[in-house]
């Protein structure tokens, strides 16, 4: 539905608006956020990407950081004089990026409860006989012989520890049941 004639105002020139910081501001706004915090905090936007990373230690581009050499010039030795290294100013920002790459990955996949539950109590009661664990009756999806061998395997090789302490237990059991 058309706007009543007359009644939309004028938009009016902001005199008391500071452009520069404005336009500054929008720029940065704009600017994608960098996802590594130390290299966001060592971060200074009246720089240019590649003085920034030049400042850290960091290449903007690795093929002119570790330059290939070329082998046509085998006949005739030319001392080439070496560019000197670039001063890095933030060596704190390469340093926090270098302990934080040394410390060991965590194991983010680990097998479920329901899954490790399933497993001990099939090896508990049968032993290494899948076919009377296909048919049990805590088989709720139907596995084959084949998938719960699978399942078994795979609780030996993401806790090789605990498996073997359950062996050994189940062995403790049954010698006090002999």
Known sequence: MPKAKGKTRRQKFGYNVNRKRLNRNARRKAAPRIECSHIRHAWDHAKSVRQNLADMGLAMDPNKAVPLRKRKVKAMEVDVPERPKELVRKPYVLNELEAE??????????????????????????????????????????????????????????????????????????????
């Open 101 to 178: 790459a040394s410390l060991p990955e965590k194991k983010g996949n680990t097998l479920s409860r329901d899954l490790i539950d399933y497993v001990r109590y099939m090896v508990e009661n049968h032993g290494e006989d899948y076919k009377a664990m296909a048919r049990d009756e805590k088989n709720y999806y139907q596995d084959t012989p084949k998938q719960i061998r699978n399942k078994i395997n795979v609780y030996k090789r993401f806790y090789p520890a605990q498996w073997q302490e359950f062996m050994d237990s189940l062995q403790k059991n049954k010698m006090e049941v002999e």
